[in-house]
C-alpha cells in the first residue's frame, strides 16, 4: 500500500510518470535510479571517511593492522553505508508488493553480503592487533592458534551468511536444514579424505607439533611452514618452491620439527697426524675449549673436546659443542667462526692433520751376494 507521502507526490505528478512497467511506475524506476547513486555516493563517501580514519589511527603509537586488513575495513564500512542508505531511500517510493519483495530481497541478499565483509574485516583488524603486540609471536600456542583461530572464525561467519542468504529463497529453513542432514552424511562419507584433512587439522591444534615458521621435515618434504589452513599446510622448501601438504598426512607421517630445538649440536671429527706430539696435542685441545668456554652464543656446559680414537694412518679428535642459534644463518656463521679458530691454532702450534695417509716403511733391499770370481 503506497504512504500518504507518495499520494501527495503523485497528485501533481504528470500521467505520463505515472506509466507502469513491470508492475513500478515510471516515478518509481527514476526514484529507484536516484536511490542506487544515491547510495554509491554515500559508500564511496563512507570509504573515503574510514580510509581517512584510518590513516589517522596509524599515526598513533602502538600495533597496526596490515594494509589489506586496512583496505578492506574501509571497503566493508562503504559497503555497509551505502546499504543502509538503499534501504532507507527505497522506503518513501511505495513499491507494489511484488517489486517491492524483490528489490528487498536483493538488498538483504547484498546487505548479508556487506555484513559479512565488515564482520570479516573487524575480526581480521582484531587478529592484526593481537599479532602485533607479539611481534615475535614467541610462543607456541600463539604462532599456531591465531592463524588457525582466525581461518575457523572465518568459516563460521560465511556459514552463517549462507545460512542468512538460504532464509531469504526458503520459507521452511529448519526443515531444509533437516533434510540435508542425510545428504550431507553421504557426501561426507564421499569426502572421506576432506575429512581426514579436517581430524588433521584438529590433530594440529592440539599437540602442535609445529607452528608458523618452523623448520619441518614431513615424510620426504623438508622446509620452513608458511601457512596452515583447515585442508592442507603449506611448507616453503629451501629451493623455494611452495609445497601443499595434506594435514590428513599429518595423523599418520612422524613430523620432524627442527624449529623446536633448544640448540643446534656441532659434531666435527678432526683427524689428527701422528707426528704431533701427546703435549701438542693437549695444547690444542685446550685453546678449542678456551674458544669455546667465551664465545658468545656457544653453550659451554655442551662442550667436549676430547681424543676420540686411533686408526692406523691419524688420531682422531672430537670437538662437539651447541651453538644457541635460531636460524641457519646464525648456525653457518658460529660454525665458520669455530672452523677459522681451529685452523688458526692448528697452525700456531705447528701441529699436523692427517690429510693423507702415513706410508708404512719401504721394506730394506738386500745386497746381492757377490759370486766369487775364478782366476
Not at 598513533?60 to 578492506?72: F, R
Not at 507494489?96 to 538488498?107: D, Q, S
Not at 521452511?172 to 557426501?187: C, F, M, Q, R, S
Request: proline residues 5%; glycine residues 6%; contains cysteine.
Amino acid at each position: 500500500m503506497k504512504t500518504t507521502l507518495t499520494q501527495m507526490e503523485r497528485s501533481w505528478m504528470p500521467e505520463s510518470l505515472k506509466a507502469s512497467l513491470f508492475e513500478v511506475e515510471l516515478w518509481q524506476w527514476v526514484g529507484l535510479g536516484i536511490a542506487v547513486i544515491l547510495s554509491l555516493l554515500v559508500g564511496l563517501a563512507a570509504r573515503g571517511l574510514a580510509r581517512r580514519a584510518i590513516w589517522l589511527r596509524g599515526q598513533l603509537p602502538g600495533p597496526q593492522p596490515t594494509v589489506e586488513t586496512k583496505a578492506s575495513l574501509a571497503r566493508a564500512i562503504g559497503l555497509t553505508s551505502g546499504m543502509v542508505a538503499a534501504f532507507i531511500l527505497i522506503a518513501p517510493l511505495g513499491l507494489e508488493p511484488g517489486p517491492n519483495h524483490a528489490v528487498r530481497t536483493l538488498l538483504n541478499l547484498v546487505a548479508v553480503l556487506a555484513l559479512l565483509s565488515l564482520s570479516t574485516a573487524i575480526w581480521d583488524a582484531l587478529c592484526d592487533d593481537i599479532a602485533a603486540r607479539n611481534e615475535l609471536l614467541s610462543h607456541r600456542a600463539e604462532r599456531l592458534l591465531l592463524p588457525i583461530t582466525r581461518k575457523f572464525v572465518r568459516f563460521v561467519l560465511l556459514t552463517g551468511a549462507c545460512l542468512a542468504v538460504l532464509s531469504l529463497f526458503v520459507e521452511n529453513l529448519t526443515g531444509v536444514l533437516a533434510g540435508l542432514g542425510l545428504g550431507g552424511l553421504v557426501v561426507a562419507l564421499a569426502a572421506k579424505d576432506s575429512v581426514e584433512n579436517v581430524f588433521g587439522s584438529l590433530t594440529i591444534m592440539f599437540d602442535m607439533p609445529f607452528a608458523l615458521g618452523d623448520w619441518v621435515k614431513i615424510d620426504k618434504v623438508e622446509g620452513v611452514v608458511e601457512e596452515i589452513n583447515l585442508r592442507s599446510t603449506r611448507v616453503r622448501t629451501f629451493e623455494d618452491t611452495l609445497i601443499n601438504v595434506p594435514n590428513a598426512n599429518l595423523i599418520r607421517a612422524a613430523v620432524e620439527n627442527y624449529g623446536a630445538r633448544r640448540s643446534r649440536r656441532q659434531r666435527l671429527s678432526l683427524r689428527l697426524h701422528y707426528d704431533n706430539k701427546p703435549p701438542m696435542i693437549d695444547q690444542f685441545a685446550a685453546k678449542i675449549r678456551t674458544y669455546l668456554d667465551s664465545t658468545e652464543g656457544v653453550l659451554p656446559e655442551m662442550s667436549l673436546v676430547e681424543l676420540e680414537d686411533f686408526s692406523e694412518t691419524s688420531i682422531g679428535l672430537l670437538v662437539q659443542t651447541h651453538f644457541n642459534a635460531t636460524n641457519q644463518a646464525e648456525e653457518l656463521t658460529l660454525r665458520h667462526a669455530l672452523m677459522t679458530q681451529i685452523l688458526s691454532a692448528a697452525e700456531e702450534l705447528g701441529l699436523r692433520f692427517a690429510s693423507t695417509p702415513l706410508l708404512p716403511n719401504p721394506t730394506p733391499s738386500v745386497p746381492p751376494i757377490a759370486k766369487p770370481v775364478r782366476s
